[in-house]
């Protein structure tokens, strides 16, 4: 096996959708399916994700029956490390990503078994972990709860609402939101603006909620002390 630097053309696939994703709204990384958009879209809100590299690599090896092939991974993904219990910090190894669609995974299995089981072992040669994700681990609560965000995270809201939120959850700690806006809003106009901004909230990182479990009125939110994002957040890609 023989690692090479040539990547493959990122570009239009009959049936599917290629573009370049903002990170963190800044890096712009290559996509060559919605999947990996939605894939994307959950590293992005994941603070625990340093970086993203898209087809960092093409493994070049000999398969069983002599012939040359070649294998590029769809992203490779760095952790930043994390403060444990101690003095010492832990950090996720790197994550070596595959992205396919369940129906072709099954209908081509033979076909990807033996690239898969070269990246898993240059994976482990290299201290990595190579994972396969496919739209049942991708589509799940984490991605819809983001979809949900997104569409508040750049709204203007009233910045004196926004400390009185905040101002009531660094009282209570955590709390439903439902509490939260039955104390703080009478109306249902200005229930329906609380929840939006809640939302907002959540979104911009200000408000701490389990981003794997469906958000509904009835979730448990917190107030965001610090820099980190960890507490109480499923890791959308463990």
Sequence with gaps: MKLSTKKRKIGYTYGSVSGVFSFRGGKGIPFESLLEKDLLSILDFNDSVSDVISQPFTLEYIDRNGKNRRYTPDFLVYFRALPSEGMSTLSQKPLLIEVKPNEKLKKHWPEFRERYKMAARYAQENDFIFKIYDENRIRGNDLRNIELLNRYKNLVYDINEE????????????????????????????????LGHVWNLIGRKKIGCDIGQPLTRLSTIWLNVDESYEEGILNAIA
């Design 163 to 194: 400390e009185r939120i905040l101002e009531h959850l660094k009282v209570v700690g955590h709390t439903a939101i439902d509490h939260l806006l039955a104390y703080l809003y009478v109306t249902e106009v200005q229930l329906g603006i609380g």
